[in-house]
């Protein structure tokens, strides 16, 4: 199997063919590491699982030239490695004050910086407060590359069960917000 | 409506402004962006991982290889050294040092016995060849541990056919002192030729009869 992907892209280089696993790292990389992030909350965790996804797809032979919605394969993969790091990985303590990095827009004052982590910190903690399956509904729902459709083959639900859960989610987190004065204004 | 109309203004005012910090927040949620430089790192492990797989496939095969030559080697030495000893086992050369089996045991109640082969006859009287011949048969008998297939006990006839040659060494003993024969004069003295002599017959005499 192994051997078989290294031919594989071997002929490819010997055609002067692009490698179809470096086109979808190309394109994809970005989707993968949204998704990661999205489940495990942390830049790193989400890097270090969009590098294995990518040699899991190696490894497994290179399968991604005949797939013909790679994005959505991926996006399945990605999705299905991320959440099996989320359970074999106990700490979740550390990663919302992590996650407010990359959330905020640069060239902003310092003040507005910190306001915008603060909320953001705040935002994490009510996702994660979400039952399960409305939480993932929701967190993929944020996903602009990715269609209802494509959310709902992932999660094995309808696209109106993932519509609902999505709105679900949203009021629980509205109500929430309400309840404990938060976000503060400036 | 009717709640809607009658809320708070302050309360209308935080709730709009909770929904479009919601939704902004829930917007930008979705776009983390990775640390610069993601695809060439991803691109560069998956350089690393294919040679890597290239390195242990490259092993493998040699691997593979060389424990094939290994095999084919040691088998070609086996069937060598079988040959060879293939011959020497049927003269009954070799005897293995732990031959303490009941074949062994059986061998030598036989020759102790004497329904077996003899090795040594009481009068020293024995046909050398023949005792020698069934000795080696004896030893033949025995196992040799490092041969495959182990040897087998013997069989009926074989027994019949140890016994059979003791009898016949013993009696090719017994006869041997007989069998010298004497010297005997056989000389021929000179023979004499004479002429026939016919009597005259009487002829009256027979008329009167």
Redesign the interface.
């Known amino acids: 199997m192994?051997?078989e992907?290294?031919n594989l892209?071997q002929k490819a280089w010997a055609r002067q063919e692009p490698d179809p696993?470096?086109s979808a790292?190309?394109e994809h990389?970005?989707l993968v590491?949204?998704i990661a992030?999205?489940v495990l909350r942390n830049?790193a965790d989400?890097?270090d699982a969009?590098?294995e996804i990518?040699?899991r797809v190696?490894?497994h032979g290179n399968r991604i030239a005949g797939i013909r919605d790679p994005k959505a394969w991926l996006a399945r993969i990605a999705w299905r490695v991320a959440v099996e790091r989320r359970k074999s990985m106990a700490k979740a303590s550390a990663r919302t004050e992590e996650a407010g990095e990359?959330?905020v827009s640069p060239g902003r004052g310092a003040d507005r910086v910190l306001l915008e982590q603060e909320?953001?910190a705040v935002?994490e903690r009510l996702?994660s407060a979400l039952p399960g399956p409305l939480r993932d509904a929701?967190?993929l729902s944020?996903?602009?590359e990715i269609a209802p459709r494509e959310v709902a083959t992932m999660l094995g639900i309808s696209e109106a069960a993932v519509r609902s859960r999505s709105f679900r989610a949203?009021e629980i987190?509205?109500q929430r917000?309400?309840a404990s004065n938060e976000?503060r204004?400036e | 409506m009717n709640e809607d109309m009658n809320m708070d203004p302050t309360d209308k005012e935080r709730e709009r402004e909770v929904d479009q910090w919601l939704e902004s927040a829930l917007s930008r949620y979705g776009k983390t962006e990775p640390r610069v430089g993601l695809e060439n790192r991803v691109l560069a492990n998956l350089q690393a991982e294919r040679s890597r797989i290239a390195y242990r496939w490259r092993w493998w095969w040699w691997a593979g290889t060389a424990t094939a030559m290994a095999v084919a080697m040691a088998i070609a030495l086996w069937m060598g050294k079988s040959h060879e000893r293939h011959p020497k086992s049927t003269m009954g050369a070799s005897i293995t040092g732990a031959s303490t089996t009941t074949q062994g045991e059986q061998a030598r109640a036989l020759v102790q016995s004497g329904s077996g082969p003899r090795v040594a006859h009481p009068a020293g009287k024995i046909n050398l060849a023949a005792s020698r011949s069934v000795q080696e048969l004896v030893v033949a008998r025995r196992p040799k541990l490092e041969q495959f297939p182990s040897r087998r006990d013997l069989s009926e006839r074989e027994l019949l056919l140890v016994r059979r040659l003791n009898e016949q060494s013993d009696e090719e003993a017994s006869l041997e002192p007989a069998a010298i024969p004497e010297e005997v004069d056989l000389s021929i003295d000179t023979l004499e030729i004479r002429p026939i002599q016919i009597p005259e017959i009487d002829i009256s005499e027979s008329k009167t009869n």
């Open positions: 192994a051997g992907a290294t892209s696993l470096e790292v190309r990389s970005r590491y949204r992030y999205s830049p989400a890097e969009t590098q990518f040699l190696l490894r990359t959330l909320r953001n935002l996702i929701l967190v944020t996903l602009e949203r987190l509205r917000l309400l976000p204004t």
